[in-house]
């Protein structure tokens, strides 16, 4: 159903949101089931059932580990903002260099147009 | 007599039953404490009529006793004692009732229940049924209500945790625990500062270093930020004009202009994907902001130490002028970006006007143009000097932390090792520098447009306090082809001699010369010729520099004339600006370079010199008598051909045509 590589803390809780919404599906979907005119289906029951507690299973796996790992959350060590920075300002000396050398042409332009 | 017999015993048991002894003083006492079954008892007997018989005869005795005594007081006793005694009879009927219905509770409530006869169960079991079923569909239709909903606010949260993960692979996100969620807050915040910064400059900054994250109408991430809070930085020169052309593009970029107003009105229609892209350009723009406010806050914080040669003449929260000596003063502003570019010139020039200004002097005409031509080439370079300001401090910024930084090679690391305390001192001696070697430039430019035959080359030192020229002049070959042994000879020797070049180098504010094939001004005063390519070198200040230029290429010249002479055999003498040739007749012919930089056309001339004396001693004497005997013709501005050919009619000369 989902991909085994989760990169971040913030899919993976949304991946248990998903589960959630799955599971209120499987509940009506046994309710519905259980109120049908001719009888419940013994086996869709049991496998709605049985999918019901694996997701709950999975959800509080995936529930205990966010907290665990909650715990272990430390703001950035060594983020790259001065490296942003850096190519902020490269940026900026390569527009520099840019309207010079158009300057340039400009009046290279110029002098051809006088000749 | 029966009947009123029977009548009378029938009211007559009531009191005597419910009495339990009268003494003889006629208190009656009643009885204490009667048990429920055996109370019960007694009044089912009392019902019982054969039990009341038994008692007739006992109670007829106590009747007479009592029939006597009241017949003489009153007439109405009798029906007094009647009455109280029904009532008394009625009050016993009425607890028996009480009984009665006690017991039939107790008894439908002990009773078990009958069997139900199977059409009976059928129905029941039916009824119940058809709740459960009632039941169960209401629940299943709560639950896919529930499905649905939660469905909708997983999809609307997938919007906002999507853009929040994309931007948290390039901002730090962090979550502040509150004791109340605000509705579209979800605590979390974008941290703009870097850790490895020093926290006493993080006071100016702190305010916008935080950006709160919030949900929006769609439920799409949106982030508060104001927009007068971010400034850019200006550096420019006091006086003049900015630089507007490459400022106006960079302002059209800003993200706070009208465009932005526009993508808030239609940010409903916006995608995803811009509304992330909009939301990364904003914190861009807000940590860029911060830089220039921390950049400006360590340059206020350095203004006010000691620099050599820099001193503060204008001063307020957003603005800080200083003055570096020599006429130049410059301005560091922090404008925001929400307003445009009118208002920022408006706030420039409030800045200005309020700030002291220093007197500039002029000198006159000359000068005056001098100094508007460089004050032209300075103050175009105004955006290269912000560009280089905000690279100093930022190496000094996020480079302190780093080993890396600082192994790599850069060429700031020995201003960091002294731990930034002269950065800004750094910064104004480059930014001297550049100011003078731009003069010095001027002054080149202004020789090499004089003098024909001289071309000027720029040297990069890729040190922003040294700045390094050179002055380059190839001669015509010979066309002088000689078959003695001794010509060649001096061609060999001399083949590839036919490049001088001179070399100006100026660090910080020190110029020198280098100059290729000029005589050494010690070995002139020794009297004997020096090697050919010795070289020279001067240390000299601007307004010396063309005079010193002119002279070091006249001096080439001179010494490659002198070559000349020596292939084809003549016997030439040189000097620093004078190349001398000997006739029969022991008469000396000069040709003597003149120097002026202020000529119009040609800073070099050339002078055709004739003395005439025997011997040195009589050469001493011409001189003194102020040339009275010397002939003296102007050549003009020659160029090398021209002046080749002179030498080549001089040479045949002095060879053959003495006589002449």
Same mark, same amino acid.
């Given at each position: 159903m989902d991909s085994q590589g989760q990169t971040t803390s913030l899919q993976r809780l949304q991946n248990v949101e998903k589960r959630i919404v799955k599971v209120l599906e499987l509940a009506g979907g046994v309710m519905d089931e259980l109120a049908s005119p001719v009888g419940p289906r013994k086996d869709v029951v049991q496998n709605h059932c049985l999918e019901f507690m694996q997701l709950i299973k999975d959800i509080q796996v995936a529930l205990r580990d966010e907290i665990k790992s909650a715990c272990e959350y430390r703001p950035f060590e060594k983020c790259d903002y001065g490296s942003r920075i850096a190519n902020e300002i490269c940026h900026k000396k390569v527009e520099f260099i840019m309207s010079q050398l158009d300057a340039m042409k400009q009046t290279i332009d110029e002098y051809h147009a006088a000749v | 007599m029966d009947d009123g017999m029977q009548l009378q015993i029938s009211l007559d048991k009531l009191p005597i039953k419910r009495l339990d002894s009268?003494?003889?003083?006629?208190i009656e006492r009643f009885p204490l404490d009667v048990d429920y079954d055996e109370k019960r008892l007694s009044l089912i007997r009392r019902i019982d009529f054969a039990w009341a018989v038994e008692k007739d005869e006992e109670k007829k005795k106590k009747k007479q006793k009592s029939s006597k005594e009241t017949s003489a007081p009153w007439q109405w006793q009798g029906m007094v004692e009647n009455l109280q005694l029904?009532?008394?009879e009625l009050s016993v009927i009425i607890d028996l009732i009480n009984t009665v219905e006690a017991n039939d509770a107790v008894t439908v409530a002990s009773m078990t229940r009958p069997k139900l006869l199977p059409n009976e169960a059928l129905s029941d079991l039916a009824v119940s049924a058809a709740t459960k079923l009632q039941c169960y569909r209401h629940v299943g239709k709560y639950f896919k209500q529930s499905a649905k909903a939660f469905e909708q606010q997983v999809a609307r949260e997938a919007r906002f945790y999507g853009a929040l993960i994309r931007l948290q692979?390039?901002?730090?996100?962090k979550r502040q625990r509150?004791?109340?969620?605000? &509705?579209?807050?979800?605590?979390?915040?974008? !941290?703009?500062l870097d850790n490895s910064y020093d926290q006493a400059a993080i006071i100016r900054s702190l305010s916008m270093s935080t950006v709160r994250v919030n949900h929006d109408a769609a439920g799409m991430l949106a982030i508060n930020v104001s927009p007068d809070l971010c400034h850019s930085l200006q550096f420019g020169f006091v006086g003049a004009q900015s630089d507007d052309t490459w400022r106006?593009?960079?302002?059209?970029?800003?993200?706070?202009? =009208?465009?932005?107003?526009?993508?808030?009105?239609?940010?409903?229609?916006?995608s995803d994907e811009e509304c992330v892209k909009k939301t990364n350009s904003l914190l861009r723009e807000v940590h860029e902001a911060i830089f220039n406010e921390q950049v400006f806050d360590l340059v206020n914080r350095e203004a006010f130490n000691t620099v050599a040669g820099v001193s503060v003449t204008g001063i307020r929260e957003n603005y800080l002028q200083l003055s570096l000596g020599q006429g130049t003063s410059v301005y560091l502003t922090l404008v925001s970006n929400s307003q445009d570019h009118s208002t920022v010139e408006d706030e420039l020039n409030d800045n200005v006007e309020n700030a002291i200004l220093p007197l500039e002097s002029s000198?006159?005409?000359k000068r005056e143009a001098k100094q508007n031509t460089s004050k032209k080439g300075q103050f175009s370079n105004s955006i290269c000097y912000e560009i280089y300001i905000q690279q100093i401090f930022h190496e000094h910024i996020f480079g302190k932390g780093d080993e890396k930084a600082i192994s790599s090679g850069n060429r700031l690391s020995g201003v960091q090792a002294r731990d930034g305390s002269s950065l800004l001192g750094h910064f104004f001696k480059s930014l001297a520098h550049r100011i003078f070697s731009t003069k010095v430039l001027a002054e080149l430019e202004n020789v090499v447009c004089k003098v024909p035959y001289l071309q000027l080359i720029s040297n990069p030192t890729w040190?922003?306090?040294?700045?390094?020229?050179t002055l380059y002049m190839e001669v015509p070959q010979s066309i002088l082809r000689g078959s003695q042994t001794k010509t060649s000879d001096y061609y060999e020797k001399n083949a590839a001699k036919r490049q001088f070049w001179t070399k100006v180098v100026v660090n910080d504010d020190c110029i020198n010369v280098k100059a290729e094939g000029s005589p050494n001004v010690a070995g002139l005063f020794k009297g004997k010729i020096e090697e050919t390519h010795s070289i020279n070198k001067y240390n000299c200040n601007l307004a010396d520099l063309p005079v010193i230029i002119l002279q070091q290429v006249a001096s080439q010249i001179i010494n490659w004339l002198y070559q000349e002479a020596m292939m084809v055999g003549i016997k030439v003498n040189? !000097?620093?600006?004078?190349?001398?040739?000997?006739?029969?007749? =022991?008469?000396?012919?000069?040709?003597?370079?003149?120097? !002026? &930089?202020? !000529?119009?056309?040609?800073c070099i001339s050339w002078w055709l010199v004739m003395e005439d004396s025997f011997a040195e001693e009589q050469k001493l004497h011409m001189s003194i008598t102020d040339g009275a005997s010397e002939y003296r013709k102007f050549l003009g501005h020659l160029s090398l051909d021209l002046l080749y050919a002179t030498l080549i009619d001089l040479v045949g000369l002095c060879s053959g045509g003495g006589g002449q």
């Open positions: - | 009268i003494e003889e003083n006629g029904a009532h008394q692979q390039n901002w730090k996100v509150q004791a109340a969620i605000v &509705p579209g807050n979800e605590g979390f915040t974008f !941290d703009l106006k593009s960079n302002e059209n970029k800003s993200h706070f202009s =009208g465009e932005h107003n526009l993508g808030e009105m239609g940010e409903e229609s916006l000198d006159g005409m040190n922003s306090r040294a700045s390094s020229w040189r !000097d620093f600006l004078c190349l001398s040739l000997e006739l029969k007749q =022991g008469e000396t012919l000069g040709l003597v370079a003149s120097v !002026d &930089p202020e !000529d119009s056309e040609e």
